[in-house]
């Protein structure tokens, strides 16, 4: 069989929709008789409640009802954990979780406290301004170190201390290595991320049939069916009563992938008042109430010997979570794997301590922990490097990981509980493409000293990483040819522009012989496909994709056996192609494929035992660990000694995802996420004051890069594929964004002379620096 | 106390009528009394751009505006664009689709409506003027890069010169 689109730079089949404005995002629902909510929310990070008074806000005319903790009744109770934490011996997790409306407590600005439901989104706000709250602010944990303090506030006053958790995960003996080493590098480094700030903020439309018994729920969600799970459990209802749909997303980036109050409440107050209920978060909102990253603090050593080989790493570091912690483990245990890279470290010592602050909730967005660990380990061997005399590119060469040794066991547990094993990989290719494409060697011995003699400040940086991908659990597909000849294709993960409705088509579409554009798929709704856990951790191809191929394999494989059947031939004579299955060689005599599908569902007769109805398969894919991508980055800058301001004259991307399905869509993932990754490098700084106020609270302080700020991007691919699915693909969601943040400071660094230890850095960050800089050497 | 107001709004060549608070945003009335929900609200403060509609043929942001200064104006938004819907896109709009314009969707209608006034007065753009064009439209999926191709096409179709879908 030929491959006909898979590995093409195909055209999306959702985008006619989108470019008209015809899509339905969250917001577009308009239900007759729909109400609208509007939330209270705390403006204290850490304050006693002591009265809540809503008198006046239930008198506003056109407010329908008014809601308190105390209103609640039983749904008053803490929300769900959502990620176990792995089975790492020896750990601690303390679980603190938000209940739907804060009582007696508020932990952080934006934690709700009451709502309001009106008639319209206005007079539920201006109701809002009437509800009297009494709060007694209490002293805010805000700084990491502090909070660990003897005598420091409590975020949780039934806890010892802020400690959510503690993690170690040894490999080898580090102590035993470092007393060997030639050299020890040793630093302290700030990694602070930022909000996803997805353009389309939040939203949540609920609608109850009290006759039927159902719940419908429209959601931005990245993964409908745990939340239609939680509902049902929250809400007591039969799961099949409860159906959530995540139509197109506005952008996810991860933090739409949580169980939040307001996805509960929603729901609830709409079978409380038999009116469907829409509530749509603001942008102001969204900064403070939508989980975000934040900060690492890392102690960190690496030991080398005289040749600049890793003999081994160390890396103590603490971790904001804000004031819960839902989301278990997984930032951090992705920073602490993820400091590995494509290195070969035969001693590693990894322990961290996560914090709880009076800030929002951090959960993944886009990198999810692995930016602060490739930053420590990246900008560790460019300080060996540095004192060694080695360059960059050089140290890194050195360390890898070789072709020959996959699959490759790290010797610690990943975020999916399952060993931290590389399955497939050659990363020295990867950095060979980017040397070239960049012209590594000719800028560093003829430009840059030429630009150099001429008082400019140009650098150039190259960083490598890994990304773990593709985790389970699993996902599912349903195939079905229709008897239009059309296929539709199920699947339970949502989608937020990765390209789901083609990349899942192409897949579909060469098994079956069907023009792309044939495959219709949903998503995202779990009326359709009610098993499976959702978009995250770029597992979308690869998971999802390997259920979309397992199970058109099936149908495939049905459609022959009918088409065999049908012509008195051989199945492996039969080929099916522009949507009819024909015997080989005659081309003429071909029987339509929606034909098929109607004689597979006959009406009247008797069918064989253990016939399926219909051309139709559903299939789970589960791989038994993640896959690892990798790529390679390099930029070349130039900075403005007065401003401060940095230009991005060459951006290169080298990249391994192993199987490319569409390279146009894999392109512009990888352009997304380096966007990020320059935004959360020099552009966006969440930056909160020692009382727990947020100070960069809208896009006039937070400042989202614009197509002046992102360069064009040259981006090559390595092809390793992965042996863990079908399909040998990678995931590739976050690439992007991961190794940026350390290839900023190199690249700066080259250009300035300085050492840059922190991220994010700022024109005002880097003027101190450079400063500071001028200010040794005189 | 609000104050309500009827109001007359000529939206695509269309009059929408409707009683509306007089704080409404323009952003509002496009997207509920109108229905025309291809109009996106990101930010409510003016940054994102994913509001843009033309008012007289200029780029306004919708959520900068109350729905009453539009009276006696003509309001043009995405779904104006391809009037017969996905089967007869607007060039700009099938260049995004060939370059892979858009991922998530939601900033494209904004970018869209503050494009087609800019290949109007600037029939052939190169990179630099087109990112200039597009420096106050916030997208978070793309990187721009695409998007700029896509420009860059419609613009090279538009004006008749034979351009290749992306390759």
Redesign the interface.
Known sequence: MTTRSFGQ?I??N????????????V??V?LPGMLHVAFVRSAHAHARLTSINVDAARAHPGVMAVYTADDLGDLWKPGPLLVEPPPIPGHVFNLRTQYPLARDMVRFVGEPIALIVAE?R??AE?AAELVEVEMEPLEAVVDLEKALAAGAPLVHGDLVSNVAAHVKQCRGDYARARSSAALLVARRFLYDRGA??????RGVVAEWSPRSGELNVWDTTQAPIPVRNALAAQLNLPASQVRVIAP????G?GPKIMFYPEEVLIPWIAMQLARPIKWIE??AENFVATTQERGQVHDAELAVDADGRILGVRDVFLHDTGAYDPYGLTVPINTQCTLLGPYVVPHYESEFTVVFTNKTIVTPVRGAGRQHGVFVMERLLDFAAAELGLTPVEIRRRNYIPESAFPYDNGILYQDSAPLTYDSGNYAAALDLAVARIDYDHFTREEQPALRREGRAVGIGIVSYVEGTGIGPYEGARVTVETDGTVTLATGVGT????HFTVFAQIVADQLGVDVGAVRVVTGDTREMSWGTGTFASRGAVVAGSACHEAAVVVRDKVTRLAAEHFEAAVEDIVLEGGQAHVAGSPSRSIALGVLAARANPLRGAVKPGTEPGLEATRYFGPERGSTANGVHAMIVEVDRETAMVTIRRYVVAHDCGTVINP??V??QV??????GIGNAFYERLAYDDTGQLLSA???DYL?P???D?P??ETDHVVTPSPLNPLGVKGVGEA?AIPVGALFAQAVDDALGTETLEMPLSPDRLFELMSARGAESA | MTVSTALDVRINGVTYTDTVDVRLLLSDFIRQSAGLTGTHVGCEHGACGACTVLLDGQAVRSCLMFAVQARGHEVMTVEGLAPDGEHTLHPLQTAFRDAHGLQCGFCTPGILMTMIPFLRDHPMPDEDEIRHALSGNLCRCTGYQHIVDAVRLASQRMAGVNAPAAS
């Open positions: 730079r055209r999306r959702e985008d006619a929709r989108l470019l008209t404005g015809r899509a339905l995002f917001d577009d308009q319209s206005y007079i201006d996803s700030a997805a353009i389309e903020n197109f997303i506005g952008g980036f603001d942008r937020q522009g990765q390209g146009l869509l392109e512009g352009h997304g996420g380096v966007a990020l809208s896009f006039m989202l614009t197509s002046l992102v064009r991007m992007g």
